[in-house]
């Protein structure tokens, strides 16, 4: 069974400051690996995806994530965080057939303007 | 386009009740899905549906947590007799190509 773990719960940190969250993830086989978002009072949005070629996946609002075969790693980066990034992050993983989408734990990360 | 729309919002109900939620996929979506978050962890599959065939029921708790997906449009989850560990965020999702996931906003079970 696939296992998806992040490293962090909570982070703080101030405008401008860089930002990586760490994601590790456990299964035999192909996988797929996102990074969705949580925004306080919102649904889960898509920040980004990876399934092949490039390991590093640029996302929306500035955020790209790193796929490290070797590691089991999809980490999460964003150069300077604004207060709007202010959020709950989750790191997923999906089988290659297109089924059951695994979560960890979620990062909550606050940005202090 | 309309997203994912999920009801009730909000429900407080008691210990050994029972409740249901209901979920209108995106029009066309094939692939449905019903998670469960509890407060600080991360959604979990509770039972994936592929038009009105179950695909996953695997972390579903089948002595008190039922789903149905008739007509392969709407869903319905239903939790009897409901327990105190029941207090959770349930999700709805539906994707058309089961890669790109949209959730709802999901609907919040408090059980006293």
């Known amino acids: 069974a696939q296992s998806v773990s992040q490293h962090n719960h909570h982070v703080i940190l101030s405008e401008a400051a860089s930002l990586e969250l760490g994601c590790n993830y456990s299964y035999g086989g192909t996988v797929n690996l996102f990074w969705y978002v949580q925004y306080p009072g919102q649904h889960l949005q898509l920040l980004l995806k990876?399934?092949?070629?490039?390991?590093l996946v640029k996302g929306i609002k500035g955020f790209e994530a790193e796929f490290i075969k070797s590691k089991f790693s999809f980490n999460l980066r964003k150069p300077s965080v604004q207060w709007s990034d202010t959020a709950e992050y989750f790191c997923a993983v999906m089988d290659a057939a297109g089924n059951k989408l695994t979560f960890g734990g979620g990062t909550r990360v606050l940005v202090k303007p | 386009e309309a997203g994912v729309a999920q009801s009730p919002r909000y429900k407080i109900i008691e210990k050994r009740q029972s409740v249901a939620f209901w979920c209108n996929p995106i029009?066309?979506?094939?692939?449905l899905y019903w998670y469960q978050q509890i407060l600080g962890q991360g959604p979990k599959l509770l039972i994936q549906f592929q038009n009105n065939g179950v695909v996953d029921d695997s972390q579903l708790p089948k002595d008190r947590f039922s789903a149905e997906r008739l007509k392969g449009v709407d869903s319905t989850l239903k939790i009897q007799p409901a327990k105190l560990e029941d207090s959770a965020v349930y999700l709805c999702a539906s994707s058309l190509d089961s890669y790109t996931i949209y959730f709802g906003e999901g609907s919040w079970l408090t059980v006293v």
């Open positions: 029009s066309g979506h094939a692939t």
């Open positions: 990876y399934f092949s070629g490039d390991p």
